[in-house]
């Protein structure tokens, strides 16, 4: 009986390892995908800007660019946040246009280093709220206020 004991004892604290293993490679995974989908905003936001000289208004200018004769689509789809699970992204704006996108999400980051050179403002950051994926033509500069609390649905 004693044996049986043990045994569950340490099946328990087995599967108590086992779980946290899982749950942390589960956040790694999941930091990727949000490094992916932050990325394919940013690259649709560049790809807007460089056709037009404009930032979009919202992220149905993104899916469908409608600017000219032939419609253009710079994003494939909306990506939902893989941290939070939803597709409603806080916005970047300035003034009315959309130039980047973060997490809601003020959950701790795991990664803190080693990001690639374009996400090099990542390295050291707290939460996920400061991974912004954003696009700034040159000579612009964003100030900190011009985060926006609304989130990025399409209309």
Do not use: C
Not at 80 to 95: A, F, M, N, Q, V
């Amino acid at each position: 009986m004693l044996a049986l004991l043990i045994a569950l004892m340490l099946m328990s604290v087995a599967l108590a390892g086992a779980l946290d293993v899982w749950s942390l490679q589960r956040r790694r995974e999941q930091e990727r995908q949000l490094l992916f989908a932050g990325d394919q905003y940013r690259l649709a936001i560049l790809r807007f800007y460089r056709v037009g000289r404009v930032y979009p208004a919202s992220v149905d200018d993104l899916l469908n660019d409608t600017r000219f004769p032939a419609p253009m689509h710079h994003l494939r789809r909306i990506y939902p946040d893989p941290i939070t699970g939803r597709t409603d992204w806080l916005s970047l704006r300035l003034g009315d246009r959309i130039y980047g996108v973060y997490s809601h999400s003020d959950a701790p980051t795991i990664k803190r280093s080693g990001f690639p050179r374009r996400y090099q403002e990542f390295e050291n950051e707290q939460t996920y709220q400061g991974w912004k994926f954003l696009y700034l033509a040159a000579g612009l500069r964003a100030a900190p206020s011009v985060a926006s609390g609304a989130g990025i649905r399409p209309r």
